[in-house]
């Protein structure tokens, strides 16, 4: 571990800085030093994250954008600057990240110990966990670990409450994957939440922002943007070797002064040691080339599809030889029997027969459980080989010797070089290998494409925010709802300060985009009544728009759901949880189901279900429609789809499994998975909102959502609650918990007092590490409710002794 680990790259040499030296560790004390060593297993830092950690941008507490390639050590900088915020300055940190794994991913395994161990809280939102605004914490600082979506809605909390979250100030924002500006929707969201800080930022508190970056063309105009410093450099850990397959032969690219592709064969495949069947089956040498680092090293399959993915992997264990069925055998078998456990007695027929051989496939038709299980015995060598889609390249890091990519296409497009250089990111392991690389399988009809896709530049980020109307009005109502904005101009200079406006006025100086926009937002939004009379040409929002951005709504969505809740609570079924279920499915959800499939679930409705079709206006005439045109007339198209989506939510409640569901409307299991989370989201929000709202006529809806969230949020609706606290554990599902409880493990206090060893020893597949930070994380959440409840009896006991001196003051005229 004491080894320097040196590389060089472009001619950069890297060296690390050794924990184990008496340097002050950039301001955090020497504990911190050796919670990396045994957490995370860094012992040392790359010349670029001291140069980074020492800029006078971060003396000076400007806020900070700094892009290198993937697998640079980007987290370990950011990790750094959060516990300084936390612990030196005391102050809450918000950690945006783009996807759900990441979320848990950094919480579990990043995060969690640290909290425990320098004492500052760890909070996970992300779909329907977290609370807003959330839990006052006066003892300790907060790092609140969200998606885009929910960081979003942090963001209002905080400035509606004067750059507070939970009763202290938020001292600096984190954004992963910041390139992600670029992108529809998301990318505007993304770009609204930042332009609202730096718009408070202004007026009042400083609020460091910190964004990490993929290396994008117009680095320097993001920086702008953010009032940013730009820190850029091209280093990777280990030497990346890129190759190109054509026909049976390997080339090496490489870069010529000007630019332009220059390859050079490197070898030849050779089939000798396949069969004729086994050549007729992998005729492109898929197998020969995860051969070739096996068995020691570790090999990720890029697969345009889903559906290629199980038919190449497949190709893999069929290719790559017997010896592997006898490498670490037991541990495989431990494997098998975890995705037993999670699959309710059932595990894909496909992963059975392939994890023998160290192959198996990773896409979102598995469920996030099994996804988990597959990557941590990746990660511990049991598997040699995945195969998996682009999305794990800009997910959680599994990093391997070599990175296949079987088509320069994702789906039916072309791969854009951004997504090219995640996935060959991957390759190389710090500590682990001394290189990595990638091989590109290209066709002949493809040889164009690929030259100008590997010779082009680096792309650049062009703002959406203008195209995304819906996210605009959440910008303005928000702005105007947490007191930032109040009139027009306000909003005028608040759209000036987004990227989108910045771009558009460098293409033409007199551009007057702002306020067309902001003129054109306010009046479809006094055309749908969210404002109410302005008072001294002040705007004033409704009360329904108010509860929107509290739930993080959309403004029509909001409006559509209020209709909906009233209509609904004048003849609410609540003989089971069908019609909350039913309610609880988002507007946007587009899962389509088989015709036939449909027809025969609404022929064969029972009871409840029945009951709640009819009241829904879904009769034998709008079955009667859809067996012959396909959809229904006299019906919302929302509304049909809102309830046949309830109806599998309801078998979950119901205790069937999501093997069995998943075969009943024909959909993969990890489908409904993600159902079920964005469900989770909406189900919270319609709390939120409800609560907001504080109208009589909807008064019992938190009460009824109070109950159905939690188990929304676990994704297993059918669980026994006992297994409920298990299963808010990172890395436990129903598989691990219901293990954990067979062997004792009942609450989150035997967790805690648990040894990782012991752990290990009766849980199935369980690594030492995952054990580690799942017992850490029992305690970290037990702590956190012991201290909420305390801070609880210390207000209340402050509040009745204030109420007892007034009882006395007024009793001295006796």
Request: glycine residues 6%; contains cysteine; neutral net charge.
């Amino acid at each position: 571990m004491k080894r320097q680990l040196e590389t060089t790259f472009d001619g950069n040499s890297q060296k690390r800085l050794h924990v184990d030296d008496d340097n002050e560790f950039f301001g955090l004390p020497n504990k911190v030093k050796h919670l990396f060593k045994k957490h995370k297993r860094i012992t040392q830092l790359y010349d670029w994250q001291i140069e980074c950690l020492n800029l006078e941008a971060i003396k000076t507490r400007k806020n900070l954008v700094y892009a290198l390639p993937t697998s640079g050590g980007k987290t370990l900088v950011a990790e750094i600057l959060m516990l300084r915020e936390l612990i030196v300055h005391e102050r809450n940190v918000i950690f945006i990240l783009p996807y759900v794994a990441l979320v848990q991913e950094k919480k579990v395994q990043s995060l969690c110990p640290f909290g425990l161990n320098l004492e500052f809280n760890v909070e996970e939102y992300v779909g329907g966990k977290g609370k807003h605004p959330p839990l006052h914490r006066k003892r300790k600082s907060s790092l609140y670990v969200c998606t885009l979506e929910r960081g979003a809605g942090l963001v209002d909390c905080m400035l509606a409450d004067n750059g507070q979250l939970g009763g202290r100030s938020v001292g600096m924002i984190v954004v992963d994957e910041l390139h992600l500006l670029g992108e529809q929707k998301r990318g505007a969201l993304l770009e609204a939440t930042l332009t609202k800080v730096l718009n408070y930022n202004q007026s009042k508190y400083n609020i460091q922002i910190i964004g990490m970056s993929a290396t994008i063309g117009n680095m320097q105009e993001v920086g702008d943007f953010l009032n940013a410093y730009v820190y850029t450099r091209d280093f990777r850990p280990v030497k990346l070797t890129e190759t190109i397959k054509f026909n049976e032969e390997i080339f090496v690219i490489n870069k010529d002064i000007d630019g332009s592709l220059k390859t050079k064969l490197d070898r030849k495949l050779s089939f000798d040691v396949y069969s004729a069947d086994m050549k007729q089956l992998d005729p492109s040498g898929i197998g020969l080339l995860v051969r070739e680092v096996l068995p020691n090293g570790s090999c990720l399959i890029f697969c345009p599809t889903k559906s290629s993915c199980l038919s190449i992997a497949k190709i893999v264990y069929k290719t790559i030889g017997r010896e592997e069925t006898q490498v670490k055998l037991k541990e495989k078998e431990e494997l098998y029997k975890a995705l037993k456990e999670e699959g309710d007695g059932k595990v894909c027929p496909l992963l059975t027969r392939s994890i023998l051989f160290g192959v198996a496939y990773h896409n979102s038709g598995l469920t996030n459980a099994e996804r988990k299980l597959l990557e941590e015995a990746f990660l511990g060598g049991i598997l040699k080989c995945i195969c998996c889609t682009s999305t794990l390249a800009a997910g959680i890091n599994l990093p391997a010797q070599r990175v296949i990519i079987t088509s320069p296409y994702v789906g039916r497009d072309f791969i854009k070089r951004s997504t090219y250089r995640q996935m060959v990111g991957r390759a190389g392991r710090a500590g682990l290998t001394e290189s990595g690389d990638s091989v590109l399988l290209c066709q002949e009809n493809d040889k164009e494409k690929i030259k100008v896709l590997l010779e082009s530049g680096i792309e650049h980020i062009d703002s959406c925010l203008g195209t995304e109307e819906n996210v605009v009005f959440s910008m303005i109502l928000s702005s105007l709802s947490s007191g930032c904005t109040s009139s027009q101009q306000q909003l005028v200079d608040l759209m000036k300060r987004t990227l989108f406006v910045q771009q558009a006025e460098k293409r033409n100086v007199e551009c007057t985009v702002a306020s067309d926009l902001i003129e054109s937002c306010l009046d479809k939004l006094r055309s749908i009544n969210a404002f109410d009379e302005p008072v001294e040409d002040k705007l004033k929002l409704t009360t329904i728009a108010k509860a929107a951005v509290a739930a993080n709504l959309d403004i029509l969505e909001a409006q559509k759901l209020y209709t909906e809740l009233l209509e609904a609570s004048s003849a609410l079924i609540l003989t089971n949880k069908l019609h909350l279920l039913y309610l609880a499915v988002p507007y946007t959800e587009c899962i389509t189901l088989d015709r036939q499939n449909v027809l025969d679930i609404m022929t064969n409705l029972q009871g409840d279900q029945q009951a709640l079709a009819n009241r829904l206006g879904l009769n034998e005439l709008c079955i009667s429609q859809f067996y012959s045109y396909g959809r229904i007339k006299n019906v919302s198209e929302s509304i049909w789809k809102k309830f046949l989506m309830s109806l599998i939510l309801n078998d979950l409640w119901n205790k069937e499994s999501i093997w069995t569901v998943s075969k009943t409307y024909n959909l993969p299991r990890g489908t409904i998975h993600s159902f079920l989370s964005r469900t989770a989201s909406h189900a919270s929000s319609i709390l939120r909102f409800t609560e907001a709202l504080n109208d009589k006529k909807l008064d019992h809806f938190p009460m009824l959502f109070q109950n159905i969230v939690p188990k929304l949020n676990i994704g297993i609706l059918g669980s026994s609650s006992d297994l409920e606290s298990l299963m808010n554990l990172p890395s436990v599902r129903f598989g691990r918990a219901m293990q954990l409880y067979k062997a004792g493990y009942k609450t989150l206090n035997d967790v805690a007092k648990a040894n990782k060893k012991e752990l290990c020893k009766v849980i199935d597949h369980l690594p030492l590490k995952v054990a580690r930070e799942m017992i850490a994380s029992a305690k970290l959440i037990l702590l956190s409710e012991a201290e909420s409840l305390e801070e609880l009896a210390e207000s209340l006991r402050a509040d009745l002794n204030q109420s007892m001196s007034k009882s006395k003051e007024n009793s001295l005229w006796f």
